[in-house]
């Protein structure tokens, strides 16, 4: 075996494997398959290793009441918690971190009129200590939602003290930190905690039932892929008086490399998982570039374009953008021998003709959720009442240090492998980080062939 592919078999642990192997419930329940020459398919995956949940129900099983800490209450953090509550019965959110005791109080104040949560001022932290008074605080879920450069620690210490862990994606911002998620992850697997992550494409039905079809051989081998993530510019926060730099940058840390990673890391991540995921290996190689064009804040690029080399010659063009005025696509497509799937929930032959097509209107008939985002703590909430120990953060961790090498490879010009990600130390976190004001000359914008 090529020593830079991850072997299917081994993607994630034999434990996660036991945890997530099998096939939906409901079957093929929501596909249409129009190829009538089925039994001729050879499968690329036997179905007892396929990546996917064993089932995916509207709503967790009923079971052990449940308290849960969030550590992080942004817009996304507050997201996670709802997303929580509407998943499952029984469970309560009992403590809130934040940095900022605005942001804390927002969701606060969300998480009451919504769903008639009420958390005490005693439970209810600030500063960047905060997250470990949330760990404290007799909890036995703790929901990540910071800017991810803190992902690592907090998922380090909430593993250390016996927590089951939901981490928004992505899991880090450079290799130092995906390093540490991995090693954690093996930890959270032997002490039998469950560990689920934001990318939610593992728990949105059309992709699981496009998954199914591909292993089953209907495209046949798999040989190329391009994924898409170009939208309009990123929100920011403009920088108010009172506010410190390292205030600022943190308000406003979807626009800088040091706290997200850059866009290509914190939004593409979702693309460039579905292609790790299907293919089940990660990339030998990445050729990259990328341009800062029309950014109003931060140090970061506004567009990507990097060929990613996987084993056998298969190559995947990623290509990410936040600029107004251009043209937008999120998508996926995977092209194989025989045909093509595109995330739009179909596989056409070469010539064009339809093979299968995802029937939207038989979920809906079916299912009464089908918010992916909901779905994965269905996903989570089960594995926690049914005692099966799982962790998605490695795989997540994989297709971050993916993303991180592609950033790289843009930033410097340099063709960068996965050898090369492996031994880097390079670890965006500032030592001694305080609320303070800082050199903001020293956060400049890399240029290829010289950074």
Known sequence: MDKHCINRRHFLSSTAIAGIGGVLGAGNLVSCTKNAGNSQLIPLLPEAEWNIP?????????????????????????????????AASGISIVALGDLFSDRLEESRTILKEKFNQVIPDDHCFTGFDSYEKVIASDVDIVLLATPPVFRP????AAVDAGKHAFLEKPVAVDPVGARSVIATSKQ??????????GTQRHHQRKYIEGYKQIQSGLIGEIVSANIYWNTGKHWLRTKEKQWTDIEWMIRDWGNWIWLSGDHIVEQHIHN?????????????KASGFGAHHRRFTGDQYDMFSVDFTYDDDIHVNSMCRQID??????SEVIRGTKG?????????????????QYDFEK???????????????????????????????????????????????????????????????????????TLKNVDLSDYSIPVPGKA
Not at 188 to 195: N, P, Q, R, Y
Not at 325 to 330: A, H, M
Not at 340 to 356: A, C, F, P, Q
Not at 374 to 394: G, Q
């Open 340 to 356: 093509t799937w595109s995330s739009n929930g179909e596989i056409r032959d070469r010539k064009g003709n339809v093979l299968w």
């Open 188 to 197: 959270a697997i032997t002490k039998g905690l469950v560990v689920i992550t």
């Open 272 to 284: 460039i998982d579905v292609i790790n995921w299907f293919l089940g290996k990660k990339p030998i």
């Open 363 to 433: 979920e809906k008939a079916t299912f009464k959720q089908t918010n992916e985002f909901v779905l994965e703590h269905v996903n989570f909430v089960n594995h926690i009442r049914e005692n099966k120990p799982i962790s998605h953060a490695e795989a997540t961790a994989i297709s971050t240090l993916t993303a991180i090498m592609g950033r790289i490879s843009a930033y410097t010009g340099e063709d960068v492998t996965w050898e090369q990600l492996l031994a880097s130390e390079m670890n965006l976190l500032p030592e001694n980080l």
């Open 54 to 86: 064993a089932s995916l129900p509207d709503k967790a099983i009923e079971g052990k009441t449940l308290k849960a800490g969030l550590i992080g209450c942004g817009r996304r953090g507050t997201g996670v918690a709802q997303d929580l509550l509407t």
């Open 153 to 156: 620690i907090h998922f380090k």
């Open 325 to 330: 005025g251009c043209s937008n696509n999120i």
